[in-house]
């Protein structure tokens, strides 16, 4: 019954930009963001915003990072690019329970 379908990620050089999209179906979620991982490491929180619109980012993003939301969808505008954002990033929701998207890859490398 819940769907979260994201876009946007693909092969970028550092400094560039990539926008993500997550669009979220079912259900209106508390919490929305965006999470990131790469082999072998544990899975670790890079934006989340509220439905009241708080936002919370990681420390290795802000400044570079926007996560914004309009009713089902949430969004990462990623500017500045470093290799080390590459990773698998994943939407998440939260109302009660926690659902995931099936994750969209971000490659920074030159």
């Known amino acids: 019954q819940v769907q979260l379908v994201e876009s946007g990620g693909g092969l970028v050089q550092p400094g560039g930009s990539l926008r993500l999209s997550c669009a979220a179906s079912g259900r209106i979620f508390s919490i929305m963001g965006w999470y990131r991982q790469t082999p072998g490491k544990e899975r670790e929180m890079v934006a989340v915003i509220s439905s009241s619109r708080n936002t919370n980012y990681a420390d290795s993003v802000k400044g570079r990072f926007t996560i914004s939301r309009a009713e089902n969808t949430v969004y990462l505008q990623m500017n500045s690019l470093k290799p080390e954002d590459t990773a698998v990033y994943y939407c998440?929701?939260?109302?009660?329970?926690?659902?995931w998207g099936q994750g969209t890859q971000v490659t920074v490398s030159s």
């Open positions: 998440y929701a939260y109302d009660y329970v926690a659902y």
